[in-house]
């Protein structure tokens, strides 16, 4: 199961007023009594003073640096509501530069109120280290009651806490339910999150209706892994009934939001058409942004779709791509790409490039690779004859279990191609070679 792994801190997006809200009388104050009582040293002045400015109610106009500093000037005298306006302008950097390492102290004392917001921002800073140490059990407690009070961000971000094994193994049903109060709360980033702890193969009591439902919010609001679970679960008929344009549409959308999984899955659902007809130009253009990506499954069907196209251009690039594959310890495609270079018969540098991708694959057992091998070896295509090495790998062939590398081998011992003629174990070969599907091998064993 994936998941965005950053602890939200989106905070920011709560807005001064939301934060302020709480703390502020109904009737406006008299602005100049209120200067007064902050000039006193009166707590709730200087709070209700900040507040004026942020709001421009009685002052004419916003300021925001005088809001920031009554703000903070309120929370030294220990108004602990204006502690969390004041950190929460700091984070922002609203009235002042961005300070997060001087905003933490402040969100500390707004939570210790409590007061619901401050404890998510707290707890979002706390829970990354920002400005100051990572300190997780202070982000859990302050992200429990933000959650518990109704701020759904911090559902979200404590889900991830349980997620990311912040606090010990994880409780997955807790971070479902978590996850599952963010997103029907309205956080939406956290529908696809909670959609995929719903269908995770490794998690208890999975229920695809739900976590369909939830995907479907996911992938709305753009996420695009979730667009990609819920692409999955319409193809395949999860939670609900089956759906190829859908999830075409979804796979889609999580491409263009640059999954590229989802690449993958567009390239393949085009390739087979399982929407309707066959797009191999949308094929293509999706498995090339998933493999120049990195994600090296998308490579070899756009090796594939390349080597279709059959233009020397296009085919270079597929022998490429499968040698990038071969790389990665994918045995085949080393012998896929051997195969492009062979089939260029009359050139000798493509001949002697597929050599040592035969002999990558054969030692992998790779049968068919093994049998090509011994052709190479035996004719001297891409380097010198050398009959025992055409003996040896196919015989390497033979025991891998590829039938046409069993009936090479049993014709070197019949004729004596690298070695001594020995009919009986000739003989022998043949017979393997019938057992692996050679047919003219068949009749051999009645002959000797």
Not at 25 to 43: F, K, L, N, S
Not at 71 to 83: E, H, N, V
Not at 95 to 118: H, N, Q, T
Request: hydrophobic share 40%; net charge negative; proline share 4%.
């Amino acid at each position: 199961m994936k998941a965005d792994r950053r602890i939200t801190l989106i905070f920011v997006s709560f807005g001064l007023a939301t934060l302020i809200a709480g703390g502020a009388h109904a009737q406006v104050p008299d602005y100049g009594a209120t200067v007064a009582g902050c000039d006193r040293d009166e707590a709730v002045d200087c709070y209700n003073l900040g507040v004026m400015y942020v709001t421009g109610q009685a002052v004419g106009s916003k300021n925001l640096p005088a809001a920031r500093e009554r703000f903070a000037k309120a929370c030294r005298l220990g108004y602990q509501q204006a502690c969390g306006a004041a950190g929460n302008m700091m984070v922002r950097g609203d009235g002042g530069p961005v300070d997060k390492a001087g905003a933490r102290p402040l969100l500390e004392k707004g939570c210790a109120a409590p007061e619901k917001l401050s404890c998510s921002v707290f707890g979002a800073l706390a829970a990354e280290g920002v400005g100051g140490p990572k300190d997780i059990p202070a982000a859990a407690r302050a992200m429990t009651y933000a959650c518990d009070q109704g701020v759904f961000v911090s559902c979200h971000d404590m889900g991830l806490l349980i997620i990311k094994k912040e606090l010990g193994e994880p409780d997955w049903i807790k971070a479902r339910g978590l996850m599952k109060k963010a997103c029907e709360g309205g956080y939406l980033q956290a529908c696809a999150t909670a959609g995929q702890l719903c269908v995770a193969s490794d998690i208890p009591d999975r229920d695809f209706a739900t976590g369909r439902a939830l995907l479907v919010k996911g992938c709305e609001f753009g996420d695009a892994v979730g667009c990609r679970f819920l692409g999955v679960m319409m193809r395949d008929a999860l939670g609900g009934a089956g759906d190829n344009p859908g999830a075409v549409a979804a796979f889609r959308k999580a491409c263009d939001g640059n999954d590229l999984d989802a690449c993958d899955h567009l390239g393949r659902a085009l390739d087979q058409g399982i929407a309707g007809e066959v797009d191999r130009p949308g094929a293509l253009k999706a498995f090339d942004k998933a493999c120049t990506g990195g994600f090296i499954e998308a490579c070899l069907p756009l090796a594939s779709l390349l080597a279709e196209n059959g233009d020397s251009k296009s085919v270079a690039r597929a022998v490429e791509l499968r040698e990038k594959v071969c790389d990665t310890g994918v045995f085949d495609a080393c012998y896929e790409a051997a195969l492009l270079l062979r089939e260029q018969k009359k050139d000798q540098k493509a001949q002697k490039r597929a050599r040592p991708l035969l002999q990558k694959a054969c030692e992998k057992a790779v049968g068919p690779a093994c049998f090509h091998l011994a052709v190479a070896f035996e004719n001297g295509e891409g380097g010198a004859k050398d009959p025992v090495a055409a003996r040896k790998f196919a015989t390497t062939g033979c025991k891998a279990g590829n039938g046409d590398s069993c009936y090479l081998v049993a014709g070197y011992w019949h004729q004596g191609v690298g070695g001594e003629v020995d009919e009986n174990i000739a003989v022998e070969f043949y017979d393997s070679a019938c057992m692996n599907g050679i047919d003219e091998a068949c009749p051999y064993d009645e002959y000797w």
